[in-house]
């Protein structure tokens, strides 16, 4: 059977992959593409994740894209909403129509004298093994795992009565109404559940071992709502984008450099929201320093409103045992629960679980030098689009998918078939790809590729330069190598191919 032939294939059809698809069409728009998608929907986390209050927790007009203004009065948007958003992207722009659905990518070969990958693919329920061949390959498959969340083992959990619910996989029509619900943690996935599912349990309680920072702040931007009625709708977009990105930046480099200052200002806040008998000692004081892990949202303090209308309460303890009524805590203390939502974390995964080979060899992108925060050393023609941790996700992924498109444009203008990242400085030390303390980060970090200690190898998490490095900066920068097109996939272009052109 012939195999079918891609000048790209994008793997993942979330907000990642639908910009990429977009930013391809407009700056390439010779090359033939098409995006393969593990799951039967376009939006990825935005579809996957169907729990109570799911949205985003940092503002839309910077994770929304940078050539599709954000709409919408709610700047931190509800899961639906950016969904309808991504999926309209893809078709106003007639992406949806490239998208091949359940194809889940499994294994990626390079081979140097063909200049191409080949591309295994599983399709459907019955997986069946099909492969496609590409000179480019873009992983837009996010950074966890779709098939499980992280839980840790809980003694006695099979003895709990109630029902143990997990977020990624929140079963449909759950009916919590006048039911006592107990939430394990206290990140992103917690903080949005527990207020809304508090409007009609019984009672829910946010069960955490350590407390995380909260920032609050209005649901909705009233300055940008204002532009949008009264400016054209890119200009004002644009605004609010970059009075973000700079506030964004502000604030985190205000809580590296003051941490003492930022953690004051930020409990402060909490304080003046629950009021001074409120332990905000043992609920809401971290042991970190802000932004050392990620930051909440709680947009228009409802978790504040929910635990002063004593429909929520938090709890700081650590747990001994699940019991046949609920959790019994270190402390002694007993949490009754007719439901436990294990808000417990995500399991990071990089290239969405992909093996890699090169000319038959495996990479192990854990042992690979990351380049510019999207390519891996001795990794050809190879991307993937990861976001900040410390902003929204798109603001890199958007930057990522400009810089790719530099990138192919300069090698065809060139002549070149291969671009790989390499190494040549021996003092360059490696070191952890990311400065997060949280879980998630540190339960990974051997599955991570690792950053260096400079240039281009340096992540530096931070909008404003990397817009530099990757809109301006030369793509034949000296670390990037080049090759031209092999006598083999010269050859190869006089064969039949099946090319999906638009
Ligand atoms: C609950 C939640 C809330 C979040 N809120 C925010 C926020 O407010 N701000 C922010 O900046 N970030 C947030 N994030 C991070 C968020 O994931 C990104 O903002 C963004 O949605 C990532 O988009 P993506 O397309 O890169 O990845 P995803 O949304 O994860 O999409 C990846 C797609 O790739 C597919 N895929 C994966 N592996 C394969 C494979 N091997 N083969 C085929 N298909 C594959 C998946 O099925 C999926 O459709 C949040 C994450 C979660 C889980």
Not at 192 to 219: K, N, W
Not at 291 to 299: A, F
Request: proline share 5%.
């Amino acid at each position: 059977m012939a195999v079918e032939h891609f000048d790209v294939l994008i793997v993942g059809a979330g907000l990642s992959g639908i910009g990429a698809a977009y930013h391809l069409k407009t700056k390439c728009p010779g090359k033939s593409y098409a995006i393969l998608e593990g799951r039967d929907a376009i939006g990825g986390t935005w579809d996957l994740f169907q729990y109570p209050g799911i949205r985003s927790d940092s503002d839309m007009y910077t994770l929304g894209y940078n050539f599709k203004p954000w709409r919408e009065a709610k700047s931190i948007a509800d899961g639906p909403s950016i969904r309808k958003y991504v999926r309209e992207t893809a078709s106003e722009n007639g992406i949806d129509k490239n998208i091949r659905f359940h194809h889940m990518v499994k294994r990626a070969s390079w081979s140097t004298p063909d200049a191409s990958w080949t591309v295994e693919v599983e399709i459907g329920a019955e997986k069946r093994i099909v492969r496609y061949t590409c000179n480019f390959l873009f992983m837009c498959s996010g950074y966890y795992s779709y098939a499980s969340g992280y839980e840790p083992e809980f003694e006695g959990r099979d003895s709990f009565k109630g029902q143990i619910v997990r977020p990624q996989f929140w079963p449909e029509n759950l009916d919590y109404s006048g039911k006592k619900v107990v939430v394990i943690g206290s990140g992103a996935t917690a903080v949005t559940i527990v207020p809304v599912m508090a409007e009609t349990a019984a009672h829910v309680t946010m069960l955490q071992r350590s407390p995380t920072y909260m920032a609050s702040a209005p649901a909705e931007d009233k300055m940008a709502n204002w532009m949008r009625a009264h400016l054209p709708a890119m200009l004002a977009y644009g605004i609010t984008r970059w009075r973000n990105v700079l506030f964004g930046m502000f604030f985190f480099n205000m809580a590296r450099k003051k941490p003492e200052a930022v953690k004051k200002r930020l409990i402060g806040m909490v304080r003046d929201q629950l009021g001074p008998d409120y332990d905000i000692e043992t609920h809401f004081t971290p042991r970190y320093n802000p932004w050392d892990q990620r930051l909440c949202l709680v947009p228009d303090n409802d978790l504040f409103l929910a635990i002063k209308k004593g429909q929520a309460s938090v709890v700081t303890d650590h747990i001994d045992s699940f019991t046949p009524a609920g959790i019994r805590l270190k402390s002694g203390k007993e949490l009754e629960a007719d439901i436990i939502v294990t808000a417990t974390g995500l399991n990071l995964e990089l290239l969405g679980g992909l093996q890699v080979t090169v000319d038959g060899v495996a990479k192990n992108v854990s042992k690979s030098l990351s380049y510019k925060g999207m390519m891996y050393s001795d990794i050809p023609n190879l991307a993937s689009a990861f976001g900040y941790t410390n902003a929204s996700w798109t603001l890199k992924a958007d930057l990522t998918c400009d810089y790719v498109c530099r990138m192919l444009n300069y090698m065809d203008r060139k002549g070149y078939a291969e671009a790989v990242a390499i190494n040549n400085d021996p003092t360059m030390k490696a070191e952890p790809w990311f400065d997060f303390s949280s879980g998630y980060v540190q339960r990974a970090k051997d599955l991570l590729p690792k950053q260096g200690t400079r240039k281009p190898w340096k992540q530096y998490q931070n909008y404003a330069l990397d817009l530099v490095m990757l809109r301006l900066g030369k793509i034949n920068d000296g670390t990037l190598t080049f090759r031209g097109r092999p006598a083999a996939a010269v050859a190869n272009t006089n064969q039949p191919q099946a090319i999906a052109a638009e």
